[in-house]
């Protein structure tokens, strides 16, 4: 079963810009579109983006769309999410696992068991 790590997370102010990445090292990671997902403080967990195997479709949720980008380097097994102008409700625990994806659409979570994810904060 791919297992996938989230990384790079951290605290930032307001319009600040972090990158995620998400990683496995199974040789099998090509094969699979990675999805990242967001879950706020006291909230369910949200699909926010993701990426086909051979990076030909993405999908961004409304609220992230002109900030967040995604990408991916088979080659080094790793997922990555650019994160721009970060807003205080993008706090929250980011993490990653292979989905669904088209260009309108994500799934909700991962094939497999969540994964731990990593903490971003964004606060003054």
């Known amino acids: 079963q791919l297992q996938l790590v989230a990384s790079g997370g951290g605290s930032v102010q307001p319009g600040g810009s972090l990158r995620l990445s998400c990683a496995a090292p199974?040789?099998?990671?090509?094969?699979?579109?990675i999805g990242w997902f967001h879950q706020a403080p006291g909230k369910e967990r949200e699909g926010v983006s993701c990426?086909?195997?051979?990076?030909?479709?993405?999908y961004y949720a409304g609220s992230v769309k002109g900030r967040f980008t995604i990408a991916r380097d088979n080659a080094k097994n790793t997922v990555y999410l650019q994160m721009n102008n970060l807003k205080p409700e993008d706090t929250g625990v980011y993490s990653c696992?292979?989905?669904?994806?088209?260009?309108?659409?994500?799934?909700?979570?991962?094939?497999?068991?969540w994964g731990q994810g990593t903490q971003v904060t964004v606060s003054s």
């Open positions: 696992g292979a989905t669904s994806c088209t260009g309108g659409a994500m799934g909700r979570g991962p094939f497999g068991s």
């Open positions: 199974e040789s099998t990671f090509d094969y699979y579109a």
């Open positions: 990426i086909s195997s051979k990076s030909e479709t993405t």
